[in-house]
């Protein structure tokens, strides 16, 4: 029982934690442009005149 | 905010990102590879043409977005979080139903069914909304669709779990109502991630084409205007390769004209002084200044959009299949839940007791794979569809296509490329360093038969040859020297039967380059393909009877020749009436009340915004096997919703009569839901492996 009292708590704060961090990256745009984070992991950044964040 | 028509991969999207972050003044570009734009934040001193010059310099043609065009809010955003709270409910709950069905007793269990129920109600009231909300806008209308069965089991079956929560009872069903609702909201977030990916394909296509004119002011400044600004008495000049965006007459040049997208003629007429033109008309030759007489809603182009929208009604009232399949299911499932809770109480069972089997029924055929039957095999296939260049507008459109046995074939820019296309035999012709020499001078300029030569060297494996002092000269042709010789690419100086360009090399004799609009590569192979579906395809064009009789020779086709937008809509309705169901392919705007009033209708992605908004599928591919292509996907996509149906309704046959005499617990209808789910969605994923096109008659 006192494992279930320590266990039960920390899956659901975990599963909280993933909830908000969807809810997050929501809310931030993460998923307006999937093609283009598709894409981007291609381009080279360190390449001189690089491109500005 | 510029869009970017042309932006496809990495390598363009690093390429716009660093040219617009290299200009003084711009502090940051970011790309919207989806929506092909980019937004870029810039100080006071940079203007738009500063950037749309910047993007020219390295390749890309870009236009200001106005703030008309901007995309619809996606349809999927606002499911992803229902999803994401329904899919961590029912992990979070399953885990503890698991407890429970492993033995978990007295105290214990009693936490976990309040934990559940503390879970499970917050969450289903949240993220049930989307059918909540749907189902009671059916009611109103005193109507039934696939949520009212939906609403009805889950609001239920959290009654009954709460009820039991309360009373220490031993069964509760908030697993399967949670997973229930999650595999529900894949379903309809997949259905409209496909109608986003479309809409953005097609909205893509539509900003193409730059609906505006360069209005010069009478000091003689030139203005770029979009077409909604224009008025009538403005003067618009009209470059080569431009179509005119208002109805007016000449007041300065002379020049031909392609009337094709209004009428589907293809020869193009010559127009000088006081000649009169449409909106839509493409100007051939040289650039002329165009009065404007009417724009807007009073041009011709505006009365075919009224008569499009008047056609756009009949295929509203279609009903999709699995609306279709749920007016059948709901009356039957609620009978038959009705059926076991009156006869539990006939044969002496408790109120409680016959409920609890009641809402078993309810819980066990609620329409979790139907619910995916549909939506993932039209994914699937559209998603097949667009790696082969075919873009599906929604899911309804395979449904209708899958049904059509009758085709009717536009032939400017359907049947054919629509465009005037170098005679490949002249091409073959010339020397290598000739033809180096021609490309390096059509590359410069924008002329339509230029381009269309450039094209058709770069293909055939030519590079440029180096130019030196290029000019253009608007209306005659270009002119450069190479290797200190006088070379030019003109048109000629008698006037030749059809579209033809000359090319001079100073000392050397002079070629001929005929251009005619020819048929698209594959036509035969498609059309056999069609006949080979048992869908019998004829011509219905606004050509003159002469040029349809040519390619209806080389077709092998039926064809109606100078057919108008409202014969051709009556041509459609013809048919309807014999009872075929009529696909239309077509391009221009002439087609465009065609397209809408057919029962499904595909448009290449060269055609008019009207066509390209109009037509169901838009295949971006030359090549006229998108056809056949698109006819056998759609069905073996309705094969597959068949087979998925077959297989829920198999399910049901044998999950019922269990849940009906009371045998099905909560762990029972958590395997049995997951299992149906899951081989709906295996079933439906074969419609990802490549297609097996008919063979066509050999030809």
Known sequence: MTSVALLLPLALTMGLCGLAAFFWALKRGQFEDLDGAAARILIEDDEEGGVER | MLLVPAMHCAGCLGTVERSLAALAGVSSARVNLTARQVEVRHGGAVTVPMLVDALAAAGFASQPRGEDLAPAPSAVRALLAPLAVAGFAAMNVMLMS???????????????????????????????????????????????????????????????????????????????????????????????????????????????????????????????????????????????????????????GTSRFDRSLLTGESTPLPGTVGEALLAGMLNCDAPVDVRVTAVGQSTTLAEIAALMAAAGQHRSRYVRIADRVSRLYAPLVHTLALASFLGWLALGAGWHQALVVAIAVL???????????????????????????????????????????????????????GRPLPDPAAIAALPADVAQVALGLATHSRHPLCRALAGALAAAGYRAAPLSDLREVPGHGVSARWQGLAVALRRPDQPEPRLTSLLTIEQREAWLIGFADRLRPDAGDALAMLRALGIEASILSGDGSGAVAAIARLTGLAAEA??????????????????????????????????????????????????????????????????????????????????????????????????????????????????????????????????????????
């Open chain 2, 562 to 699: 100078e057919a108008s937008p409202v014969a051709k809509q009556q041509a459609i309705a013809r048919l309807q009436a014999e009872g075929h169901r009529v696909l239309m392919a077509g391009d221009g705007l002439n087609d465009a009340p065609a397209l809408a009033a057919a029962d499904a209708s595909i448009a290449p992605g060269t055609a008019s915004d009207a066509g390209r908004q109009a037509a169901d599928f838009v295949f971006v591919t030359e090549s006229l096997l998108a056809l056949p292509r698109a006819v056998v996907t759609a069905r073996r996509s309705m094969r597959i919703v068949r087979q998925n149906f077959t297989l829920a309704a198999t399910y049901n046959l044998v999950a019922v009569p269990l849940a009906m005499l009371g045998l099905v617990t909560p762990l029972i209808a958590a395997v049995a839901m997951s299992a149906s789910s899951l081989l709906v969605v295996a079933n439906s994923l074969r419609l990802g492996l490549p297609p097996r096109l008919p063979r066509g008659a050999p030809r």
């Open chain 2, 98 to 252: 698991v407890s429970v069905w492993s033995g978990a007793e007295g105290a214990t269990r009693e936490l976990f069914h309040w934990l559940s129920a503390l879970i499970a109600v917050p969450a289903i009231a949240y993220a049930g909304r989307p059918f909540f909300g749907s189902a009671a806008r059916a009611l109103r209308h005193a109507r039934s669709n696939m949520d009212v069965p939906i609403t009805i089991g889950v609001l239920l079956a959290t009654g009954l779990s709460c009820y039991e929560t309360v009373t220490h009872g031993r069964d509760v069903w908030f697993d399967g109502t949670l997973m229930l609702l999650f595999f529900l909201l894949a379903g309809r977030a997949l259905d409209a991630a496909m109608r986003d990916r479309a809409r953005a394909g097609v909205d893509a296509l539509l900003r193409e084409a730059a609906p505006g004119a360069l209005v010069i002011g009478r000091d003689g400044g030139a203005q770029w205007l979009a077409a909604r600004d224009l008025a009538p008495g403005m003067v618009m000049r009209v470059a080569a390769g431009e179509r005119l965006a208002a109805d007016g007459t000449i007041i300065v």
């Open chain 2, 363 to 417: 819980i066990i055929t609620c329409p979790c794979a139907l619910g995916l039957a549909v939506p993932v095999a039209q994914v699937v296939a559209a998603g097949t569809l667009l790696r082969g260049g075919i873009l599906v507008k929604d899911g309804s459109a395979l449904e209708r296509l899958a049904r059509v046995d009758r085709a009717l074939l536009d032939k400017t820019g359907t049947l054919t490329m």
